[in-house]
């Protein structure tokens, strides 16, 4: 599915969007605090609503398109 991105952590929990990237953060940093500030009342509406906004326009943002479609020159 390409509507959102997926983190399945090492006790087979599931996350998604917003939840996930805190998932991937905090083990990244060897650390829960990323999951608890998502559980904040509001602060997870918050990151979700920002997450479907990027999500919505990531193919605006630089580095979304391949470098050989970009710039083919460069891959000849």
């Given at each position: 599915?390409?509507?959102?991105?997926?983190?399945?952590?090492?006790?087979?929990?599931?996350?998604?969007?917003?939840?996930?990237m805190n998932?991937?953060?905090?083990?990244?940093?060897?650390?829960?605090?990323?999951?608890?500030?998502?559980?904040?009342?509001?602060?997870?509406?918050?990151?979700?609503?920002?997450?479907?906004?990027?999500?919505?326009?990531?193919?605006?943002?630089?580095?979304?398109?391949?470098?050989?479609?970009?710039?083919?020159?460069?891959?000849?």
């Amino acid at each position: 599915m390409l509507k959102s991105a997926w983190w399945v952590d090492s006790s087979g929990a599931v996350y998604d969007g917003a939840h996930a990237m805190n998932a991937a953060l905090a083990a990244a940093l060897g650390t829960r605090i990323p999951l608890w500030i998502y559980r904040v009342p509001g602060v997870g509406a918050v990151q979700d609503a920002v997450y479907r906004w990027v999500s919505t326009h990531r193919y605006r943002f630089p580095g979304a398109m391949p470098l050989c479609e970009a710039q083919p020159e460069r891959c000849a």
